[in-house]
């Protein structure tokens, strides 16, 4: 899953994009390399965002949808949002997959991802973006944010969602630390034995290995992505969100011919 952030302030300046223009660029450039699904988001959720308009978010990115869909009809479209009403208009121009980050906190999402039947991955966040790293605690990550899943997609699949349609993704960063995350990377196998969800991982990047391997940027962060990357394939994750396709489609195919992976 390719990352295209219609921002100017997420975490990882490469992956943002100024213009409809330079968003198609770099969309070309990752089907290109393979990407299965394009993820476009409109608001940053990066540890202390601000929140930006409803009305923002959905100038940016509907824009990108509706020419991604005219250029590339069969491309599968993700809209990386919170909130329903930039859903609905994302789901309306062609997306079909909403990837809430806020695991569908608001019940009009789920509400939603019921009557159109999209797609739908659920993200454990805790808090929000602007507090969400201010000392998380947990007495146990890995049971309560399993939990916490698996709770909001048995509530879908309770009210006739199929379950083929449904992800869910541990939220590394989204309020925790370093050890919380390690544990959670280390034991998502416990939540896929739960269930036959898919199972999703977004650590692209992100800071965890700034505390991890010490690399303050995020141009620096590369290999340190790459090796969770191999640790999902061996473990059987289905979807990673990244922001380089074409390394992650490289080692995916050599891990293949190495191993059968």
């Known amino acids: 899953m390719g990352v295209i952030n219609c921002t100017p302030d997420s975490f990882h300046e490469d992956s943002r994009t100024e213009s409809l223009e330079h968003s198609m660029k770099l969309v070309e450039k990752m089907i290109d390399e393979g990407a299965d699904w394009i993820d476009i988001g409109g608001e940053s959720t990066r540890p202390g965002a601000s929140e930006i308009s409803i009305e923002e978010e959905i100038q940016r990115v509907i824009p990108v949808i509706e020419q991604i869909k005219n250029k590339y009809p069969n491309q599968a479209i993700s809209i990386d949002t919170r909130r329903p009403a930039v859903a609905k208009k994302a789901l309306d121009a062609g997306a079909v997959m909403i990837n809430d980050v806020s695991g569908l906190r608001d019940p009009r999402m789920m509400d939603l991802v019921i009557n159109s039947g999209c797609g739908i991955c659920i993200m454990h966040m805790k808090g929000e973006p602007g507090t969400m790293q201010n ?18 997609a048995r509530k879908l699949v309770n009210k006739g969602h199929p379950i083929d349609r449904i992800c869910l993704d541990p939220g590394i960063g989204f309020g925790k630390t370093l050890e919380h995350n390690l544990d959670l990377l280390r034991n998502s196998h416990s939540l896929k034995a739960k269930e036959k969800f898919a199972i999703l991982w977004g650590v692209s990047r992100k800071s965890m290995f700034k505390d991890l391997l010490g690399r303050l940027e995020t141009n620096e962060r590369l290999a340190g992505t790459l090796g969770v990357a191999a640790f999902a394939q061996i473990t059987g994750i289905d979807v990673l969100r990244v922001h380089d396709v074409a390394e992650h489609v490289d080692l995916g195919k050599t891990l293949s011919e190495l191993g059968g992976i």
Do not use: I, R
């Not at 605690?137 to 939990?147: D, I, L, Q, T």
């Open 135 to 152: 000392s998380p605690m947990y007495e146990n990550v890995v049971e309560e944010v399993n939990a916490t899943l698996l709770k909001n």
